[in-house]
């Protein structure tokens, strides 16, 4: 067993974009455990937009991870020492592994264990067999309530969440259409997903291209964007139609957006009687339980193809994250250690 326990710390806020200053590698001595405790060798880091808006300045639904501390992060790890009947050495486990080689779980620092599912990889419990499918489920299901024939909408469609809400949505019996950045991603949505269209964003005619492919207009808007995105998809909302708010992504670079920009058309919520609803998926973890089993059901009978991709090597956590904002990950990002 390695002797140093890697660990990326908060150095600086970023100002914009995660930069090399913004954190610091340090190597510290691997942590000993206690009774009641175990050691958690991390396998598996969650790359997500959100973990951007943790380094900001300002509060979100958790406050900020503070300069000097380890970069906060989902992840999954192998237990590797226990002093504690809770915890069996082997065992795969689930929680805030942080972006550091070695953690110590305890009764105050619980980490969750992983139901071992054979043929899946490790990873989807950080993916659609984890918070991201719990994310899509709850804003599908809870929130959007697609009926058969409606058409849904999902930006960021080739992501992670979305990727996951289309299929859902497709579940459902609903049309879906994807907006996603670039000929392949697009492709990727119609030709292996089962998307009914999709529109690339980056494409000049992308208004006209939403368009066409929402005559009918949009009766579900799963939002992963905002800005001129939201924007579109907002000015052809139906009539009672439903909106679930679950990210603002094009804003995570820019604090003071991130908690400020709001549609310029906003008024069109009210004429067009608009459900909007916000949601956080740590409200509703408590699900797991429930839900998890469903996702792996339609993965198994191959309604919901799981995409991911993967960076091998802790060090390139700092680098790799800036993947969901430059539109380098197809599906789930995640890091490999
Ligand atoms: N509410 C919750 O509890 C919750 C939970 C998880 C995630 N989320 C939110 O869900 C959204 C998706 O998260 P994810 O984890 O699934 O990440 P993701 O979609 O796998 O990765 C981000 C993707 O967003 C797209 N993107 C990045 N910047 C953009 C911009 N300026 N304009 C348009 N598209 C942009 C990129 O795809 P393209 O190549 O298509 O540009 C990129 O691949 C985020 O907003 C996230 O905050 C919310």
């Known amino acids: 067993m390695p002797n140093v326990n890697r660990r990326f710390l908060l150095r600086e806020r970023p100002a914009g974009r995660i930069d090399d200053r913004t954190f610091e590698l340090v190597e510290e001595a691997v942590p000993e455990i206690g009774d009641g405790e175990a050691l958690v060798r991390t396998r598996w880091i969650s790359?997500?937009?959100?973990?951007?808006?943790w380094i900001g300045e300002i509060p979100t639904y958790l406050p900020p991870?503070?300069?000097?501390?380890?970069?906060?992060?989902?992840?999954?790890?192998?237990v590797v020492a226990s002093n504690s009947p809770n915890y069996r050495v082997g065992q795969l486990v689930w929680g805030l592994t942080g972006w550091q080689d070695y953690l110590v779980a305890s009764a105050s620092a619980p980490m969750m264990a992983v139901p071992e599912i054979a043929d899946v990889?490790?990873?989807?419990?950080?993916?659609?067999?984890?918070?991201?499918?719990?994310?899509?489920y709850?804003?599908?299901?809870?929130?959007?309530?697609?009926?058969?024939?409606?058409?849904?909408?999902?930006?960021?469609?080739?992501?992670?969440v979305g990727s996951v809400a289309?299929?859902?949505?497709?579940?459902?019996?609903?049309?879906?259409?994807?907006?996603?950045?670039?000929?392949k991603k697009c492709a990727l949505l119609t030709d292996e997903l089962g998307f009914d269209a999709a529109v690339d964003y980056k494409a000049a005619d992308w208004?006209?291209?939403?368009?066409?492919?929402?005559?009918?207009?949009?009766?579900?808007?799963?939002?992963?964007?905002?800005?001129?995105?939201?924007?579109?998809?907002?000015?052809?909302?139906?009539?009672?139609?439903?909106?679930?708010?679950c990210g603002l992504i094009s804003g995570?670079?820019?604090?003071?957006?991130?908690?400020?920009?709001?549609?310029?058309?906003?008024?069109?919520?009210?004429?067009?009687r608009v459900h909007l609803e916000g949601f956080i998926v740590l409200d509703h973890f408590g699900r797991a339980g429930e839900i998890v089993p469903?996702?792996?059901?339609?993965?198994?009978?191959?309604?919901?193809?799981?995409?991911?991709?993967?960076?091998?090597?802790?060090?390139?956590?700092?680098v790799a994250i800036n993947m969901l904002f430059d539109g380098e990950n197809t599906g789930k990002l995640v890091v490999k250690l």
């Open 252 to 272: 995570y670079n820019d604090d003071a957006a991130a908690v400020s920009a709001g549609p310029r058309n906003f008024g069109h919520l009210l004429v067009q």
């Open 121 to 136: 990889s490790p990873s989807l419990y950080l993916g659609a067999l984890g918070m991201t499918g719990l994310t899509a």
């Open 47 to 53: 790359l997500d937009p959100t973990n951007r808006t």
């Open 166 to 183: 289309g299929q859902l949505a497709k579940i459902e019996g609903a049309r879906v259409v994807g907006i996603a950045g670039g000929a």
């Open 207 to 245: 208004r006209e291209q939403l368009k066409a492919a929402t005559a009918d207009g949009i009766d579900v808007d799963f939002e992963n964007v905002g800005a001129e995105i939201m924007e579109a998809v907002f000015s052809r909302l139906n009539v009672r139609a439903r909106v679930a708010l």
């Open 138 to 160: 709850v804003g599908i299901f809870d929130i959007g309530r697609p009926k058969p024939g409606e058409t849904v909408v999902v930006s960021a469609a080739a992501g992670a």
């Open 65 to 78: 991870v503070a300069i000097g501390e380890v970069m906060r992060a989902g992840g999954l790890g192998e």
């Open 294 to 318: 469903q996702l792996a059901g339609w993965i198994a009978e191959g309604k919901l193809k799981a995409q991911e991709t993967v960076v091998e090597g802790f060090e390139q956590l700092p």
